[in-house]
């Protein structure tokens, strides 16, 4: 007797599901849909799985990603054919860019329609080409366990990123026999000695070496190696952009954050380095300031590339070791590194220490709300573990120049820059972590692409804290029209909705701070708020970015 004839008859629904369970699912983000209403119930009867009905497909699919994360695993998302899946692509996007583990399940019209433009029928093989590491559509149910399988392997490895399964809705409602799959295995290569034998020899030889830190699923084993590695050898340490939270702000060691509008001094000590060890990165635009910081193809410096996706190593630059190994296995490894007596570059990294401690510490600002002061504050009153998340927009700068991460604190923003991010994945942290201090900070543009997943966050009884920075404009739109089109300034400006009434509709409780000592007491009673609270921040138009105002932008 096979296993599958030993198998109880089943739903397709229920086979997925189950699927899911086996693949170790804890929470579903879905918005419910006729397309795949076997799978909705059966995911009643599957009490391993929390499953959160979002506002929109978007959401879903930025919290699925949010959550894949904090958690290590691929985040998954249920939406429904059509309108369900298309609005799902901005998520899709984040976790593509963001080298993200993620399993979009999509409900199909059923198979005997397949091809004649039904209703709100798509070929997801073509919508979603390019930007999903694969797409398949399931014809028999039988075959589930198989393809869901086949979807968390390729999630998970290599180059993690999105997978779509597309379910027609017939095929989740018929019954087969067929026997479940055990979980997806996880490979992680392991840096074989001579490449390590070669990196201590570049290290040695190095007279400017940096490092610049990055990648996910960092344990604690991973991290103190890490921190470890950089205090033998003294080596200075930058983070990648939106990887701030990889290496602890507070160290010795740690030089600054490179993304955009990063400490000139950081920005130079990239460019005149002999040695770039970039550590779990894809180096893309953002990270080298539009591919200039490191020449292409082949760079300048010598460079280290480490990397779990073989594919991305090469991709755009030649690099002098490529390592295709997770960030945190590589960290395991340099503890067999022996530091030699003395370090070349020890009073350049002390140095731009100092320079990093400067740059981050908080200056003027114009208006009566100073930004710089007011996430200097959030960054000294939030736990160590706290974590921050933010979506796009000029308000971000001040978050990454002056908030100091240390400890296991998290920081959980896109690196494809995509608006709407901040609120969705501050409810995915705070489903993963209910206990700890969980802060969005958003500006008005951002906030209102999906602010309606406020009512989400109230529903599942979540606590976060929504920060607001409101100017009452598109502030990176209205900074590059100044530059590059000075005195055309139209379609940026914003009628913005009374955001603590909003708020208020939610039954969150709110307070709008217009003086910058005001948010340490807003801050401090958000904190300590039943569920969950919104701090409206008004800042001047004039304070248009962390490093330059508006009237100096027109100049």
């Known amino acids: 007797m096979t296993a599958a004839s030993a198998s109880p008859a089943r739903s397709g629904g229920q086979i997925l599901i189950q699927a899911l369970c086996r693949q170790g699912v804890g929470c579903v983000f879905c918005v419910p849909g006729e397309s795949y209403l076997a799978a909705l119930d059966a995911l009643q009867d599957a009490p ?47 976790a593509a860019q963001d080298s993200t583990p993620l399993v979009l399940l999509i409900g199909q019209v059923s198979r005997d329609a397949l091809g004649r433009e039904a209703f709100q029928e798509i070929d997801y093989r073509l919508f979603y080409n390019g930007l999903a590491k694969h797409v398949e559509q399931v014809h028999d149910a039988a075959r589930i366990p198989e393809i869901m399988s086949r979807a968390f392997h390729m999630a998970c490895n290599g180059r993690p990123g ?67 590695f950089a205090r033998r050898w003294q080596l200075p340490v930058a983070t990648a952009f939106r990887y701030q939270d990889v290496f602890d702000n507070t160290d010795a060691q740690y030089i600054g954050n490179v993304g955009t509008d990063l400490n000139p001094q950081l920005e130079s000590a990239i460019e005149t380095s002999d040695l770039v060890i970039a550590l779990g ?31 991305e190593l090469g991709r755009v630059y030649f690099p002098t070791l490529a390592l295709p190994v997770p960030a945190p296995v590589f960290a395991l ?6 530091a030699p007596a003395n370090f070349p570059w020890a009073e350049q990294g002390r140095q731009l220490r100092a320079d990093y401690l400067r740059w981050s510490t908080p200056a003027d600002a114009p208006g009566a709300v100073n930004l710089t002061e007011v996430i200097a504050h959030l960054s000294e009153a939030l736990a160590d573990d706290a974590i921050v998340c933010n979506g796009a927009g000029n308000n971000t700068g001040w978050l990454h120049r002056y908030f100091r991460h240390r400890g296991s604190g998290r920081q959980l923003a896109s690196t494809s820059g995509s608006m709407g991010y901040g609120l969705p994945a501050a409810i995915a942290a705070a489903l993963v972590h209910p206990q700890r201090q969980v802060v969005a900070v958003v500006g008005d543009g951002d906030f209102q692409m999906t602010g309606q997943e406020l009512a989400t966050a109230v529903q599942y009884g979540l606590s976060i ?44 409780v709110s307070e709008r701070v217009s003086m910058t000592d005001e948010f340490a007491p807003a801050l401090q009673r958000a904190l300590a708020a039943p569920g969950s609270a919104l701090i409206e921040v008004v800042t001047d138009a004039e304070a248009i970015t962390h490093t330059a105002t508006l009237t100096e932008l027109r100049g």
């Not at 699925?64 to 985040?75: D, I, N, R, V, Y």
């Not at 095929?171 to 201590?200: I, K, S, T, W």
Request: proline share 7%.
């Open 48 to 94: 391993a799985i929390t499953t959160v009905v979002c506002r929109h497909e978007g959401g879903a699919a930025m919290m699925a990603e949010a959550s894949a994360k904090l958690t290590g695993h691929p985040g998954v998302c249920f939406v429904t054919r059509g309108p369900g899946a298309t609005n799902a692509a901005s998520g899709m996007h984040v």
């Open 333 to 338: 490894a340099l503890s067999a590194l022996q």
């Open 281 to 311: 990165v894809r180096l893309g635009e953002v990270t080298t300031g539009g591919y200039t910081r490191l020449r292409v193809p082949i760079p300048g410096q010598q460079l280290v590339h480490v990397h779990p996706g073989a594919e």
């Open 465 to 508: 804290v929504v920060i607001v920075v409101n100017n009452a404009m598109l502030g990176t739109i209205r900074m590059y029209q100044e530059m590059r089109y000075p005195g055309r300034t139209q379609y940026t400006g914003l009628i913005n909705p009374d955001f603590c009434a909003l708020a208020g509709a939610h039954g969150l």
């Open 162 to 228: 999105p997978v779509v399964v597309v379910l027609p809705e017939d095929v989740l409602a018929e019954n087969a026999q067929v026997a479940d799959l055990p979980p997806c295995h996880v490979l992680h290569g392991e840096p074989a000695p001579q490449d390590m034998a070669r990196f201590q020899e570049l290290l040695e030889t190095a007279r400017q070496p940096l490092l610049l830190a990055g990648g996910r699923n960092w344990s604690t084993a991973a991290r103190t190696a890490l921190h470890d």
